[in-house]
Nanobody, 121 residues
Framework: QVQLQESGGGLVQPGGSLRLSCAAS???????MGWFRQYPGSGREFVAT????????RYGDSVRGRFTISRDNTKNTVYLQMNNLHPDDTAVYSC???????????????WGQGTQVTVSA
């Protein structure tokens, strides 16, 4: 059983940066790792995903060019570097694992509890 724990959220001004971390306890095997965000009263929105080796990444349209996903398998950790943050990036960000390359949250498992990101002046 894999457990995921997100960290790194907080309050940042528009245009600022944050780096989120997702630490996994237990083996993630060859799983893809993904980040999603959720607004109050809404479903999960795909942010980014990365293959086990890091060679394959995909991004949601609203974050492409501003966010970068990476992973360090020696630390069992996935990162989400978020630059040029906008107020509409404000959400709870969660990570999860998937056995394949997908943007569909229904295909992801082992969800962490999430970390709040607030972008405000």
């Amino acid at each position: 059983q894999v457990q995921l724990q997100e960290s790194g959220g907080g309050l940042v001004q528009p245009g600022g940066s944050l780096r989120l971390s997702c630490a996994a306890s237990g083996r993630t095997g060859s799983d893809y790792m993904g980040w999603f965000r959720q607004y109050p009263g809404s479903g999960r929105e795909f942010v980014a995903t990365i293959s086990w080796g890091g060679s394959t990444t995909r991004y949601g349209d609203s974050v492409r060019g501003r966010f970068t996903i990476s992973r360090d398998n020696t630390k069992n950790t996935v990162y989400l570097q978020m630059n040029n943050l906008h107020p509409d990036d404000t959400a709870v960000y969660s990570c999860a694992t998937a056995p394949l390359l997908t943007k569909d949250p229904a295909r992801f498992q082992n969800w962490g509890q999430g970390t709040q990101v607030t972008v405000s002046a």
